[in-house]
């Protein structure tokens, strides 16, 4: 209709698409304000409290990594692939083995940008990204995540990566274990 009328009429055709599209927005602007009177309508912090109801995540949603030191070989693969080199794995030649010792794995949460490019390369599926994504601190060194001084179950969690865990993991000095050539 104003097509066509803006091909018969087109300064008429112009008021009407501009008169229909000012009234379109305002008809959302309409319908959004009344629904601020929904008496069942809550605000988004009434939805979620956070921590005890957190936000749920997506499925696929790339939070602060899940690391299984018991498999890990310490192939260097995620640290050559991350593109900021946030990642340092301490390893040391496993007595009477070929393989090595893990000492050490830890990431800069300062730097890394969560984009899973260390998640790929992995060989034995040691390495993913996790749902967290609550790790506040007070310093620059408890962005330092040392998932060989973490407890196993901490840091393989699949949410369960915490202020409280990494500050403890900060006065271990061995790692809780030595990998799958210890
Ligand atoms: S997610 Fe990306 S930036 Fe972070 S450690 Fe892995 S490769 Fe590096
Ligand atoms: S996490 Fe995977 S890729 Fe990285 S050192 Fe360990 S085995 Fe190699």
């Known amino acids: 209709m104003i097509a066509w009328l803006k091909r018969v009429f087109p300064w008429l055709g112009n008021i009407v698409e501009a008169v229909a599209t000012v009234g379109a ?3 959302v602007t309409l319908r959004t304000w009344i629904k601020t009177y929904r008496p069942d309508r809550k605000t988004f912090t009434e939805h979620f409290e956070y921590p005890e109801l957190p936000v749920p995540v997506a499925a696929r949603y790339r939070g602060f990594h899940r690391f299984d030191l018991t498999t890990c070989i310490a192939c260097d693969q995620c640290a050559k692939a991350c593109p900021v080199d ?3 794995i301490g390893k040391e030649r496993a007595q009477g083995s070929k393989g090595f010792k893990i000492t050490g794995y830890a990431i800069d949460y300062s730097k890394c940008m969560f984009c899973a490019l260390c998640v790929e390369p992995c060989p034995v599926d040691c390495i993913f990204m996790g749902a967290s994504h609550d790790l506040s601190c007070y310093s620059r060194d408890g962005c330092i995540v040392d998932f060989a ?3 196993l179950d901490v840091a393989w969690g699949r949410a369960t990566i915490n202020p409280t865990a990494v ?7 061995e790692p809780v274990h030595g990998g799958p050539n210890q």
């Open 25 to 27: 927005g305002m008809w």
């Open 86 to 88: 946030c990642i340092y």
């Open 149 to 151: 001084r973490l407890p």
């Open 167 to 173: 500050a403890q993991s900060k006065v271990i000095v």
